[in-house]
């Protein structure tokens, strides 16, 4: 179940008969894509500006992004020539808090969120 040439990810798995539940935690099962997803609780970012924070090349960002646009967690806004990523779902923090305490509490602590 990986993003497929057109980085569709989530809606590759439903229609594939993957409940939306499993195609949704699959879509945040990447390293990748989490890191995404912290570096874009912080604000918007650019692909150039995620490339050169996260040391990716940008085909690899823009994949991930477009798997965490088919799920509704991320979106974009133009600007003149460019694009700027954003979370569109305030309750991914709340999901990704929550995953940390589990972790915690099976002993592998980890930090999902940005730190403040």
Do not use: W
Request: charged fraction near 20%.
């Amino acid at each position: 179940m990986a993003i497929n040439d057109a980085g569709r990810c989530v809606s590759a798995d439903i229609a594939a008969g993957v409940s939306p539940a499993a195609a949704l935690f699959h879509s945040l099962s990447d390293e990748t894509r989490l890191r995404i997803v912290r570096r874009l609780a912080r604000g918007e970012a650019r692909v150039v500006d995620l490339t050169t924070e996260l040391g990716l090349a940008q085909s690899t960002v823009s994949k991930h992004l477009a798997c965490l646009r088919d799920c509704g967690l991320v979106d974009y806004r133009a600007q003149g020539r460019q694009s700027f990523y954003a979370l569109t779902r305030p309750e991914l923090m709340d999901l990704l808090a929550s995953a940390e305490h589990l972790l915690s509490a099976t002993g592998h602590a980890v930090t999902l969120r940005p730190v403040p």
